[in-house]
Each structure stands twice: as C-alpha cells, then as structure tokens.
C-alpha cells in the first residue's frame, strides 16, 4: 500500500505592513526634504529686535560673503512682471519657458547678458551653478537700480530688505545703497539673525 505523504507548502511571509512602512517612510522624506536652491548663502550679523520682516510682498537685496549681489521678491506673478518690464526696457524677448522657469527662482545673482542662457539651464545643473552676481557700482544706474526699478513697477506695495553676510565688505553695501537712494528710496528693512536681549533690556 503506497503511502501518501503530505503536501509540503513553503513558508508564507505577509509583506503588506513592510511595504506600507517603506512608502510611509517615503512619504515622510519627500514631505520633510529640503531641496538645494541657488539661493544666495548669508549668514547675517545678530541684533535685537522685536521688528519682523514682513512675510509678503516684500523684495529683497543680498550680498554674500564674496560681495556677490543677489535680488528676489516673493510672489511669483511679480517676477514674472518684473521680468516682463525689465525686458521691455532693455530689449529683450523671453519665450514663455524662460518665463516659467525665471518665477520659480526666488533670487538670482545674473547679470542681465547672461540670464537667458541661466534660463535655459537643464533644472538639474541649475542649482550646481556659481551665479556671479548682479552688477553693483557706486553710479546708482547699474543693473541692481534696474531690477528694483523693474520690480516696483510690477507692484508699487513691495517692501524692501537688504541681507547682507557678516564679513561681506562696506563698499558693496555702500553701493547697494547708492542704487537705492538713486531712487529716492531711504526706508528699508535690514535683516539680521535673532539675538536675545541682555538682561535688564528694555526696547523702550
């Protein structure tokens, strides 16, 4: 008589919880990630105060460690106007790409004959690239004066706030502030890193 053995069945592993974990974690990531911008690096003197930067309409004005100056304002339909203005006054076309990809830049450091090849960029070598700056001098009528002329005229409600990096050199600033007053512009905000106040401060 034959014998009938019993049908071996390999072990079985449930691997939904692990899968669901995995894109949990996922998730997380992308939701938590910061993505690397060409953004100007700053790093700001501390002061004490109870003023805040305003949180919209407001452009500001960057100069990092090395002098280099950089401009952004905040809302994408201004950069795509103050584009539009700067183009316009300096006869210059830009396709409807460029434009595109100018809004989503929320500061740049490119003299004005270089900034459609910057556009023109693959998005992936974007943030890799060493931006030299907007050209500053002490005239008052360089590009800089341009860009806030421009961005003025794309909304006359934008505030303005100079960042400047703690070992950033004074003539820059000096000259920043030249194109400014070339424009009979005197009230701005300057940014700085939060300092707590010494005790017995007092603000009043």
Known sequence: ????????????????????????LLTFFIMTATFKTNDAEVNTPSSVSTIKVPDDKIMIISIDKDGKVFFGVDAQ?????????????????????????????????VPLNQLKAFLN?????????????????????????DWV???????????????????????????VLGNLQSQNINRFNLITASEQAPAGFSMD
């Open 1 to 24: 008589m034959a014998i009938v053995k019993p049908k071996k069945h390999p072990p079985h592993m449930d691997m939904t919880p692990m899968v669901d974990l995995a894109f949990l």
């Open 121 to 145: 960029t693959p998005d992936a070598q974007m943030a890799q690239i060493k931006q030299p700056g907007i050209p500053v001098d002490s005239t008052g009528t360089s590009q800089l004066a």
């Open 149 to 175: 002329y421009a961005a003025r005229k794309a909304d006359p409600g934008l505030r303005i706030a100079l960042k400047g990096d703690n070992i950033a050199k004074f003539p820059v600033f000096k000259d």
């Open 77 to 109: 339909s201004t950069r795509i106007s103050m584009l539009d203005n700067i183009a316009q006054s300096k006869g210059i076309t830009f396709t409807d790409l460029e434009k595109k990809k100018f809004s989503l830049q929320s500061s740049f450091g």
